[in-house]
């Protein structure tokens, strides 16, 4: 079997963005992905990082340093060829464990498949599996942090957090559920820094011999360089940082 991906780095909505993408009946950001939209139809999974919350208008709308925006943000992705998306990232807390419960709600209302944050301890641990005809992948992702947000007492549950041991055992957990493949989207590093620190390194090489065979990284907003190869697992294939794709 083939498989056939297209995978994006950072979909964020600053303020400017949500502003140009105002109608007189709400938001279209469709024309932001228009020109785009026939490099990610075509695949069978298409998979970005959502950099945002879409927690709803009563919760304001705003951009950097605590994102939230517009639900149609959604539709336009939807409408590009998205159908996977990761968000677990230091944006994920902006609106609090309700804004962690409201977007969800709305991917799921869409049909996204998605992973990275949690509404309780059941979806936290239940595996993300793509299946295409007898193929299975499975799809994890975590962060280094949440901008100095608490993750909320009792619901350590909702955002996945970088580590080794927990993604080692979520690792181990995607095969049970029948992954034949394990890829692992990783939120760290340091920003527009071009180059992947001596801790990224570390982490995609312990991801390699515990099993993921893809890992690829965001959060540095711009490109870091392939590597093929790790140190201790020949098979592994790493992208350090996938850039920015909306900003």
Partial sequence: ???????????????????????????DFNPTFA???KYLADAD???GNL?????????NFTGFPMFNTPVQYLDALKNAGFNVLTNSNNHSLDRGFLGIERTIAELDQRGFLHTGTARSSTERNTPLILKKNNTKLG???YTYGTNGIPIPAGKGFCVNVIDTMQIK???????KAGADVVMVFVHWGNEYQRYPSDSQKM????IHKNGGLLVFGSHPHVLQPTNVKSPDYKDGFTIYSMGNFVS
Avoid: R, W
Wanted: negative net charge; contains cysteine.
């Fill in 51 to 59: 950099e945002t919350v879409t927690a709803g208008p009563a919760l």
């Fill in 169 to 175: 055992k979520d690792i181990e957990n995607s095969k």
């Fill in 35 to 37: 020109p785009v939209k």
């Fill in 139 to 141: 799809v994890l992702a």
């Fill in 45 to 47: 999974f298409t998979l």
């Fill in 1 to 27: 079997d083939t498989v056939s991906l297209a995978i994006v780095g950072d979909l964020m909505c600053h303020a400017q963005q949500f502003k140009l993408a105002k109608t007189d009946s709400g938001y």
């Fill in 203 to 206: 982490v995609a090489n312990y």
